[in-house]
Each structure stands twice: as structure tokens, then as C-alpha cells.
Nanobody, 125 residues
Framework: VQLQASGGGLVQAGGSLRLSCTAS????????LAWFRQATGKEREFVAA????????FYADSVKGRFTISRDNAQGTLYLQMNSLQPEDTAVYYC???????????????????WGQGTLVTVSS
């Protein structure tokens, strides 16, 4: 599965961006999907995930209430709506997918099989 993330850019604090992630040649049906981010000099960290089984959404505490993850299985597109962006949200954002992932591994990068190339989000103060 080849994933392509897009939608990053430069935004002022308090602004919004919507990231998209598409899968080449297939839909996302049956995949658990997630967004991770990695700031310069830091480890890759979990942002949000959607389970394949029931589409329940899970969020990092740092983005809860500001970010919304959603999916369009028919279009093969994953979204991350980011509102009230803050400078600490600056990072490269990665979309990822996996067919088989247990709940306790939702926030673990190594548990995911497929990764996009990342899109840079820069939030200025």
C-alpha cells in the first residue's frame, strides 16, 4: 500500500489546516488508519487513529478537542482536520495504515505496516 500525504503548510497560531492521505490503487476498507508526527530532534509521536473494526477514533491528549480524524473508505482518503493550531504542533505529519493491529499498539509507530512520506506543518507564533 502506497500512501501519499498532503495538505501541510505554514499557518499562524490559532489557524487551521486539513491534511489528506490517499492510498494508491485501493480503498482503506479493513485498515486501521492513523496520523503520527515528528518534530525536529524528537521521536515520532502518535496523533490520532481510526480503528478498522468500528471506526472509533483515538487521540493524543495534546490534540484532543482540536484535531479530528476521519476517513472516506470509498474514496480511499484519510483526513486530519487541525484547528486551533499552536507552535508546538509544528512537525512532519505522517499517515499510516495497518490491517492487523491490536488496540494496545494503536499508539506505537512500529506496529503499523504502511507509511506515507510525510507533510510538513509549520505553525508560527
Amino acid at each position: 500500500v502506497q500512501l501519499q500525504a498532503s495538505g501541510g503548510g505554514l499557518v499562524q497560531a490559532g489557524g487551521s489546516l486539513r491534511l489528506s492521505c490517499t492510498a494508491s490503487g485501493r480503498t482503506f476498507s479493513g485498515y486501521t488508519l492513523a496520523w503520527f508526527r515528528q518534530a525536529t530532534g524528537k521521536e515520532r509521536e502518535f496523533v490520532a487513529a481510526l480503528k478498522s473494526t468500528n471506526s472509533n477514533a483515538f487521540y493524543a491528549d495534546s490534540v484532543k478537542g482540536r484535531f479530528t480524524i476521519s476517513r472516506d473508505n470509498a474514496q480511499g482518503t484519510l483526513y486530519l482536520q487541525m484547528n486551533s493550531l499552536q507552535p508546538e504542533d509544528t512537525a512532519v505529519y505522517y499517515c499510516t495504515a495497518s490491517r492487523t493491529i491490536i488496540h494496545s499498539n494503536l499508539r506505537v509507530p512500529s506496529a503499523y505496516a504502511y507509511w506515507g512520506q510525510g507533510t510538513l506543518v509549520t505553525v508560527s507564533s
